[in-house]
């Protein structure tokens, strides 16, 4: 029974009908080996489909949208939480960072694509903190889906990254934002609405850069 209920909560398990005989006829009430069937119908789908309904709903982010209330861990690192302007919490929530807009880089710590970006977005991070009018106003966040502690130390050793990288070990935010891939950018205005969204590198910084200080009230 152990190994039958294990194969039953695989995703890629589906459940298939009774033979023809066996299937009840819409005119005639079940028999006892109908019934058998079509009470074994519920267990099934319980165990092999069923997901919390805000998980089945969630879509990418796209332009126009808000998010989710996405609950991150704090960074340990006491820079990361100035310059979010965050304080000693366990957790946070992206309106609690301080500024009038946001991107959101969400990455994996394996992720080629992400690699590629590393150097641009660092070159992108200081051009705006060299801005007088932006550097106050921009702030970069990086979400490491599935990414631990050590990974995102090394990844940050790795590529040089300037700006915070919160870890999403458990994929938990991930998940709330549709499980896009990597890498996935926003950004977000004051009320965390979504204005800009990009899926994959983004080849034009420059032009990019302009897109932010244009946003920037």
Not at 14 to 26: F, Q, V
Not at 88 to 116: A, M, N, T, W
Not at 170 to 180: N, T
Not at 189 to 203: P, Q
Request: contains cysteine; glycine residues 8%.
């Amino acid at each position: 029974m152990h190994t039958t209920l294990n194969r039953m909560k695989r995703p890629w398990l589906i459940w298939l009908p009774p033979p023809a005989d066996e299937r009840p006829d819409p005119g005639r009430r079940p028999g006892r080996r109908q019934r058998r069937w079509l009470g074994l119908v519920p267990v099934v789908l319980l165990l092999n489909g069923f997901q919390p309904l805000a998980a089945r709903e969630a879509v990418v982010p796209s332009v126009g949208g808000t998010l989710p209330k996405l609950s991150l861990e704090t960074p340990a690192d006491e820079g990361d939480k100035k310059y979010l302007g965050l304080g000693k919490s366990g957790r946070f929530f992206l309106q609690q960072v301080d500024g009038p807009l946001l991107l959101v880089e969400i990455i994996g710590v394996y992720c080629p694509l992400c690699h590629k970006q590393a150097p641009g977005f660092n070159r992108l991070f200081q051009r705006i903190q060299r801005d007088p009018r932006l550097k106050t106003k921009v702030k970069f966040l990086a979400v490491a889906a599935g990414g631990t502690a050590t990974e995102i130390a090394y990844l940050r050793q790795e590529f040089s990254i300037p700006f915070p990288v919160i870890s999403d070990a458990r994929f938990e935010a991930h998940k709330l934002l549709g499980e896009p891939r990597t890498p996935f950018t926003m950004l977000l205005d004051r009320n965390r609405k979504v204005v800009f969204a990009h899926l994959g590198v983004i080849e034009d910084l420059d032009s990019f850069f302009h897109k932010i200080a244009g946003l920037v009230p």
